[in-house]
């Protein structure tokens, strides 16, 4: 069975960075494209970043400059590294993973920035 668990979320002041991570069981990461969405209270659901398996990374308009998405050496693990995040910024944030019709989803963590 795979699960896909995201962590790192939390409450930030304005300004403030967090760093979000992406794991799963069950399935191999290496193999697949991932990213990262998003979604607010009140707002649909948004593409935040996304990389390749091969390692090309795509961004929103509103993370560029900010936000960054990588993996680890063995592209077991995602992360989003958000700095100077805005009050905007608050909403659920959700790892997924695909390849071909496949996707996988993660339950999603909360990040609040707030001050």
């Known amino acids: 069975q795979v699960h896909i668990v995201e962590s790192g979320g939390g409450l930030v002041q304005p300004g403030g960075s967090l760093r979000l991570s992406c794991t799963g069981s069950g399935i191999d990461l290496a193999i697949y494209d991932m990213g990262w969405y998003r979604q607010a209270p009140g707002k649909q659901r948004e593409l935040v970043a996304t990389t390749t398996h091969a390692g090309n990374r795509v961004y929103a308009p509103f993370a560029r400059g900010r936000f960054t998405v990588s993996r680890n050496n063995a592209k077991t693990t995602l992360y989003l590294q958000m700095n100077d995040l805005q009050f905007e910024d608050t909403a659920v944030y959700y790892c997924?993973?695909?390849?071909?019709?496949?996707?996988?989803w993660g339950q999603g963590t909360q990040v609040t920035v707030s001050s």
């Open positions: 997924f993973a695909e390849m071909g019709p496949d996707d996988w």
